[in-house]
């Protein structure tokens, strides 16, 4: 896959950090190994996040969802980074996810370390693994993500043309 324009990744960092979700659940995705260096795995991906009140069930553990959520980044991340995804020009989105929780995290953070498994022209398949800081596992996901058509935006205000209609 061809390196993305920095000025195009700032943007997309920046979007990331300003989604709602991802901030309630400080979400942080990890710097990919550039290529060429030690340790670079085309088609990875780690997203770190702590365990914090906000992302707690009513139980006071860590709510299924936020770690869900947290597969669902890290996977359609590692989607991205291996597959015909153009930010811009077609849009990745989420086709499938089944999550298997295992345990429960012990320590102040939990990771999901996702890994390409096919990369297709449309379909990605990926699988999560969410470690906690002892690298226990505490759950794991098969994940599967689609490049389709660039698609306008729900939120009026991120539409290139505020007054469409279209979805």
Same mark, same amino acid.
């Given at each position: 896959?061809? $390196?993305? &324009?920095?000025?195009?990744?700032?943007?997309? @960092?920046?979007?990331?950090?300003?989604?709602?979700?991802?901030? +309630?659940?400080?979400?942080r995705i990890r710097e990919p190994i550039p290529e060429g260096e030690p340790g670079h795995e085309p088609g990875t991906c780690i997203v770190d996040m702590p365990v914090h009140? =906000?992302?707690?069930?009513?139980?006071? @553990?860590?709510?299924?969802?936020? +770690?869900?959520?947290?597969?669902?980044?890290?996977?359609?991340?590692?989607?991205?980074? %291996?597959?015909?995804?153009?930010?811009?020009? @077609?849009?990745?989105?989420? %086709? =499938? +996810?089944?999550?298997?929780?295992?345990?429960?995290?012990?320590? =102040?953070?939990?990771?999901?370390?996702?890994?390409?498994?096919?990369?297709?022209?449309?379909?990605? *398949?990926?699988?999560?693994?969410?470690?906690?800081?002892? &690298?226990?596992?505490?759950?794991?996901? &098969?994940?599967?993500?689609? *490049? *389709?058509?660039?698609?306008?935006? +729900?939120?009026?205000?991120?539409?290139? &043309?505020? @007054?469409?209609? $279209?979805?």
């Open positions: 896959m061809p $390196e993305i &324009d920095p000025e195009l990744r700032a943007q997309m @960092n920046e979007a990331f950090l300003q989604t709602p979700l991802h901030a +309630l659940l400080r979400l009140p =906000d992302g707690f069930g009513s139980s006071g @553990n860590l709510h299924g969802g936020a +770690l869900a959520t947290l597969c669902d980044v890290a996977c359609a991340s590692a989607a991205s980074r %291996a597959s015909s995804f153009r930010p811009g020009e @077609n849009t990745l989105v989420t %086709a =499938d +996810l089944h999550v298997r929780y295992v345990g429960r995290p012990r320590g =102040d953070s939990v990771r999901c370390e996702a890994r390409v498994i096919k990369s297709g022209r449309q379909l990605i *398949v990926v699988s999560g693994t969410v470690l906690d800081d002892e &690298d226990r596992v505490v759950c794991s996901a &098969d994940f599967a993500a689609m *490049v *389709v058509p660039l698609r306008q935006p +729900l939120r009026p205000e991120l539409r290139k &043309d505020p @007054n469409s209609a $279209e979805m």
